[in-house]
Nanobody
Framework: QVQLVESGGGLVQPGGSLRLSCTAS????????IGWFRQVPGKERDGILCISNSDDSTYQADSVKGRFAISRDKNTMYLQMNNLEPEDTGVYYC?????????????????WGQGTQVIVSS
């Protein structure tokens, strides 16, 4: 069964850090395009950080540049979030696709995690 399971969300103060994990089962994540998406209250889900299957191409949303980083190790992908801001509050989803034409184009990712809530608040 193909599955992505996320963990690591929670409540963090502004300026703090958090690392999200997403573990794949049923397929080898090494061969996939992977990414992290975010849905903030009242808005659509948007891609924030995505990389190609060979890790040689990256898309970063302007809102997270210099603060967030994506990585993978074996069958787990990570989103390291630093210097968090209240505007980063939302539900974070990991996603994977065997092939995409445009990184972080939401419709191109066929495998999704269940989502994990991140709240940035003092």
């Amino acid at each position: 069964q193909v599955q992505l399971v996320e963990s690591g969300g929670g409540l963090v103060q502004p300026g703090g850090s958090l690392r999200l994990s997403c573990t794949a089962s049923g397929f080898d994540l090494d061969y996939y395009f992977i990414g992290w998406f975010r849905q903030v209250p009242g808005k659509e889900r948007d891609g924030i950080l995505c990389i190609s299957n060979s890790d040689d191409s990256t898309y970063q949303a302007d809102s997270v540049k210099g603060r967030f980083a994506i990585s993978r190790d074996k069958n787990t992908m990570y989103l390291q979030m630093n210097n968090l801001e209240p505007e980063d509050t939302g539900v974070y989803y990991c996603a994977a696709a065997i092939m995409v034409a445009t990184l972080c184009e939401i419709d191109e990712y066929e495998n999704w995690g269940q989502g994990t809530q991140v709240i940035v608040s003092s």
